[in-house]
C-alpha cells in the first residue's frame, strides 16, 4: 500500500517588496522630509503658504498628497456593490453608530483623564532643590 504525501501548494501573490517593507519607505520618507525641512527651509515656507483660499487653513499640497494616497484604495471598491447595501444595511448601521456616536464620546472623555495623568506625573517627578 502507497502513502499519498499531501504537499503544500504554493499560491500566487502575497505581499510585494514595498508593501512588505512599507515602514521602512514610511520612516525614510519621514526622515527625508526633516532633512530637506532643515536644508531648505524657505521651500518649506513657500509650500505652507499654498493654501486653497486666502486664510482657508486648508494646505494645497497636503490636500494633493492625501487624494493621491486615498485615490487608489477607492479604484478597488467595487461601486457595484454600493447598491446592495440597504438590502443587509446591519454593518453600515454598526459603522455609523460606531463613527458618529461611539468615537466622539470617547475622544471628548479622553482629554481631561490624559490631563490629570500628565500633571500628577510631573508633580511625582519635581523634586526640591537642596541649595
Not at 5 to 19: D, H, I, M, N
Not at 80 to 97: D, I, M
Request: positive net charge.
Amino acid at each position: 500500500m502507497s502513502q499519498i504525501v499531501a504537499q503544500p501548494v504554493k499560491t500566487s501573490g502575497g505581499l510585494g517588496t514595498f508593501e512588505r517593507y512599507l515602514s521602512v519607505w514610511v520612516a525614510l520618507c519621514m526622515a527625508a522630509g526633516v532633512v530637506l525641512g532643515k536644508l531648505l527651509p524657505a521651500a518649506v515656507a513657500g509650500l505652507r503658504g499654498i493654501e486653497f483660499g486666502k486664510g482657508s487653513q486648508i494646505n494645497a499640497p497636503i490636500a494633493v498628497l492625501i487624494w493621491l494616497m486615498i485615490t487608489p484604495m477607492m479604484m478597488k471598491v467595487d461601486f457595484s456593490s454600493v447598491r446592495n447595501v440597504g438590502k443587509r444595511p446591519a454593518g453600515l448601521l454598526v459603522t455609523l453608530f460606531i463613527n458618529w456616536v461611539v468615537n466622539p464620546s470617547r475622544w471628548r472623555s479622553l482629554p481631561g483623564p490624559f490631563s490629570a495623568w500628565c500633571s500628577r506625573i510631573s508633580s511625582h517627578q519635581r523634586k526640591p532643590i537642596n541649595t
